[in-house]
């Protein structure tokens, strides 16, 4: 059974920048960064296929990267030129290679303040 593991987060001044890490404890597919403000609907923030093959948030694109090591079975999310607009809790998203089904960690406060 697959299970996400988060670290990362934390209190970072604009421009600044942070790297989040989820590791997986069974084989999965698919992985993903998404992130929910106060007030607004959970968004996909980035996200990598198996293959590498990545999609982004236009609001983040050019200023996030991510990328998995499949060896580790973890994906990164590295933040830079952080902005106020970035604060949400992160959630981890990965799909159970045996199962199919979707798996969620339990998410991490990043915060952008000076």
């Known amino acids: 059974q697959v299970q996400l593991v988060e670290s990362g987060g934390g209190l970072v001044q604009p421009g600044g920048s942070l790297r989040l890490s989820c590791a997986a404890s069974g084989r999965i597919n698919g992985m993903g960064w998404f992130r929910q403000a106060p007030g607004k609907q959970r968004e996909l923030v980035a996200h990598?296929?198996?293959?590498?093959?990545?999609n982004y948030a236009d609001s983040v694109k050019g200023r996030f990267t991510i990328t998995r090591d499949n060896a580790k079975n973890t994906v990164y999310l590295q933040m830079d030129s952080l902005k106020p607009e970035d604060t949400a809790v992160y959630y981890c998203?990965?799909?159970?290679?045996?199962?199919?089904?979707?798996?969620w960690g339990q998410g991490t406060q990043v915060t952008v303040s000076s």
């Open positions: 998203n990965a799909g159970d290679w045996v199962t199919g089904r979707l798996v």
């Open positions: 990598i296929t198996n293959g590498g093959s990545t």
